[in-house]
C-alpha cells in the first residue's frame, strides 16, 4: 500500500469517526429525538470533549509512527542494498521470496502441530520452543489451531544487524502484514476455544538470522506500536569500512 495513501486513509477513518461521534446523540432514539436529562449539560457534552482530545492525540502520534517505520524501512533497504554486492544473501529481492516462503511454510506446519517440517527455515532453539510450549501442549489438552493464510499483504524491513565480516549471526526484523485465518478448537466438540472464522490482517514482527548460510526465524512477535517504534528508531549495525 502506497505510503501516502496509509496516511490519507488513517485521517479519513479517524475523522468519519469524530463525525459519527457528534451525530450520534441525534440518532440515539427511534425518531431521531435527543434524550433530555442526563444528555445536557456536561454530561452530553463531556464525551465529545473526550473524544476531541484523543482525536488530537492519537492522530500525531499514529502519523509519528508511520513515519518512522517508513523511515527505518528506507534506511534498511539501502543498508541492504550496500551490503548486497558483497554476498546475494543481502540482495532484498531474493530475501523477501525466502521470507515469504517461511512465512509459508511456517503457518502449514503450525496448522499441522509439527514443526519438524519446516527445521529448514527456523533455528532450532526456536522451534523446539514453539513446538513444545504451544503445539505439543495444545494436542494434549485436545485443541487444533487452525492457521491459513490467504495472501501476504507487505513485508517491511526495520531493522538490520550485521556488525562483523562473517555472514552468520547477522539479524533482519520485518514487520509483516498478512491476511489470515488463525483459531484455537477443541478437537472434541468443534467449539472455537480462542479466536474466529474469519480472515483478517493481521501485524506480525518476524526476525531472521543467518544461520548456517541461509536466512532462518529466530523470533516472533505482536507487532505493538511500541515494540515497532523500538525497532524502527534503532540504528542499524553494520561493519566498519
Not at 49 to 69: D, E, K, N, T
Not at 142 to 156: A, M, P, W
Not at 185 to 191: A, C, P, S
Request: charged fraction near 25%; glycine fraction near 6%; charge should be negative.
Amino acid at each position: 500500500m502506497n505510503k501516502k495513501f496509509q496516511l490519507l486513509l488513517i485521517l479519513v477513518i479517524v475523522s468519519v469517526l469524530l463525525v459519527i461521534t457528534i451525530m450520534e446523540p441525534a440518532l440515539a432514539r427511534p425518531g431521531g429525538r435527543i434524550s433530555s436529562g442526563n444528555g445536557g449539560g456536561w454530561a452530553g457534552v463531556l464525551p465529545f470533549l473526550i473524544y476531541i482530545v484523543v482525536y488530537l492525540f492519537a492522530l500525531p502520534y499514529a502519523w509519528y509512527v508511520i513515519s518512522q517505520r517508513n523511515a527505518a524501512e528506507s534506511r534498511t533497504l539501502k543498508d541492504l542494498r550496500q551490503l548486497a554486492p558483497r554476498h546475494d544473501l543481502f540482495d532484498w529481492i531474493r530475501l523477501e521470496n525466502r521470507i515469504q516462503s517461511c512465512f509459508q511454510k511456517v503457518h502449514v506446519a503450525w496448522h499441522q502441530g509439527n514443526l519438524d517440517e519446516v527445521s529448514e527455515c527456523m533455528t532450532n532453539k526456536y522451534r523446539q520452543e514453539q513446538q513444545s510450549d504451544y503445539l505439543d501442549k495444545w494436542a494434549q489438552e485436545g485443541l487444533i489451531n487452525h492457521c491459513e493464510v490467504e495472501t501476504i499483504r507487505s513485508i517491511q524491513p526495520l531493522f538490520l544487524a550485521h556488525p562483523e565480516q562473517e555472514m552468520e549471526g547477522s539479524k533482519l526484523v520485518v514487520a509483516i502484514t498478512a491476511k489470515m485465518e488463525d483459531y484455537l478448537e477443541d478437537r472434541y466438540t468443534g467449539k472455537i476455544v480462542k479466536g474466529d472464522k474469519e480472515f483478517k490482517d493481521v501485524d506480525t514482527i518476524w526476525t531472521f538470522v543467518i544461520q548456517n548460510g541461509k536466512w532462518v526465524l529466530a523470533n516472533i512477535e505482536d507487532s505493538r506500536s511500541s515494540l515497532l517504534l523500538d525497532y524502527a528508531r534503532a540504528h542499524n549495525e553494520l561493519p566498519v569500512n
